[in-house]
């Protein structure tokens, strides 16, 4: 086997070793980087082929699995990933929601794991680095790159650069990764320094790669996260608290009174015809929605949304009489046009609905 | 409370319960009971831009859910368009806006 063909095969075993995996958008962390017991508990401690599912608010799957013991270290690896659907980010996404479960900081938790994943996508590029270096110092130096990045909690990307390094043992027959080094021979070393240097600037070059698609692919992540969690998390405990809470509010009408809008510029138009008619009410009006205005800035975006629509609901249903609805350009998706208006046409209660295009 | 965040954020308050002229003409005389030191054509110019704030918060709410913007990202972009409020008002116009658009 020839130099070149030592590449092809370091870069093949390499690349079979990681790429799947960043392919997937999985990448491992280790206990003392990210809490596994903040995962699972106390399911994850004992774990030896532990697989956890959690789901999320949106019922979406995430899968957190025991990967592999580091045989250097003695240390389980995990990785994470969503459970079909490969999204990118879902560390961040599930310390996001780990934290807001458990009423702690959610942005620091996040901006815990982004360092998390930076490390990583670094000590792989360093890893493939060392198997570079590997070839060029002929196992001098690797080694001690190689302990570092299995240390530092990139075993599974580490296994490509130890590949590598064993591909060119195997093909140089030397005594073993911390042999003897063999014969000085000027040509080789410098031929193989060059092609080194070329296998190096490829791993910076995806090292680059790494990292960008670390902070490009947890972008989203993050929006959701905090979509879901600003600007205050509250506990799981504090929403369903407010959720009960809804159910004792009061969001009555008088008759003929319930105005509802939905789309741009409507809300202007309602409270202006609202404000103009006597008994005319739109839900913010009501006592409940007063309360929920002046109480509901602390959930989260998406938490908001459900304590509305679950107040949308009595609105609608005590609505009795002619209902006015400014609904120009109101969205099918939102609101009104998915739970409030079906209530009011089922409703007998209501003789008349006046639509404001 | 005599800084130019407390008179556009008062502004954008009494602007938020307006929707016809007479109500905008009401909220602009209690902005001058609040602010009574206040150069009419200043509190006038406070008020317009309050106004102008909490009738794009529609606007906002929408672009954050239909592109999945994070509030960061939102709040910077209100802070650019809208400049000279206090935080408090950015996030309370998000809020609102993520309410408008439900």
């Known amino acids: ?357 | 409370m005599n800084g130019t965040h407390d008179i556009l954020d008062a502004a954008y308050e009494l602007a938020t319960h307006a929707f016809t002229p007479p109500s905008h003409a009401d909220a602009k005389d209690k902005l001058h009971e609040q602010f009574p030191s206040l150069e009419w054509d200043r509190l006038v110019e406070a008020y317009m831009r309050g106004s102008e704030l909490a009738e794009k918060c529609y606007e906002i709410g929408e672009k954050a859910r239909r592109e999945n913007i994070p509030d960061q990202a939102s709040l910077a972009l209100l802070a650019k368009k809208f400049p000279g409020f206090s935080d408090k008002t950015y996030n309370d116009a998000l809020s609102r806006g993520w309410f408008l658009s439900r």
Not at chain 1, 29 to 48: G, K, L, N, V
Not at chain 1, 205 to 226: D, F, T, W
Not at chain 1, 331 to 350: N, Q
């Open chain 1, 1 to 357: 086997m020839n130099r070149l063909q030592k590449w092809l095969f370091f870069l093949s075993v390499a690349a079979f070793a990681w790429l799947p995996q960043a392919g997937a958008m999985v990448r491992p962390f280790h206990q003392s980087d990210f809490t596994s017991s903040s995962i699972s508990q106390p399911d994850f401690q004992a774990a030896e082929t532990e697989t956890l599912i959690v789901a999320d608010e949106s019922g979406c799957l995430w899968l957190a699995e025991y990967a592999g013991t580091n045989p250097y270290t003695g240390e389980n690896v995990y990785v994470l990933s969503p459970l079909g659907l490969q999204m990118a980010g879902s560390e961040v996404y599930i310390a996001a929601k780990v934290a807001e479960a458990r009423g702690e900081d959610v942005g620091a938790a996040v901006k815990r794991q982004l360092e998390v994943n930076d490390k990583v996508a670094n000590m792989a590029a360093v890893t493939l680095v060392g198997g570079a270096t590997f070839i060029v110092t002929e196992g001098a130096v690797t080694p001690v790159l190689v302990e570092w990045g299995l240390g530092s909690g990139a075993a599974a990307l580490v296994g490509g650069g130890i590949a590598g390094g064993y591909a060119d043992l195997a093909a140089q027959g030397t005594e073993g990764l911390l042999g003897e080094r063999k014969e000085y021979d000027p040509t080789r070393t410098l031929v193989m320094t060059a092609g080194g240097a070329c296998l190096n600037w490829g791993g910076y070059r995806v090292g680059q790669l790494l990292n960008r698609s670390a902070g490009a692919s947890v972008e989203p992540a993050i929006a959701k996260a905090e979509t879901l969690t600003r600007p205050v998390a509250k506990s799981p405990t504090a929403f369903k608290s407010m959720l009960q809470k809804v159910d004792t509010l009061d969001f009555s009408t008088p008759r003929n009174g319930a105005v509802f809008y939905s789309g741009p510029g409507q809300e202007a138009r309602a409270m202006a015809y609202a404000q103009k008619i006597p008994g005319r009410m739109t839900i913010e009006m009501t006592p409940g929605g007063k309360y929920l205005s002046a109480n509901i800035g602390r959930f989260t975006r998406a938490q908001q949304d459900l304590i509305w629509q679950r107040a949308s609901t009595p609105f609608a249903k005590g609505a009795s009489g002619r209902i006015n609805a400014f609904i120009k350009g109101a969205d099918p998706a939102r609101t009104f046009r998915t739970i409030e208006e079906d209530i009011l046409d089922e409703s007998s209660d209501v003789t008349r609905s006046i639509y404001h295009y």
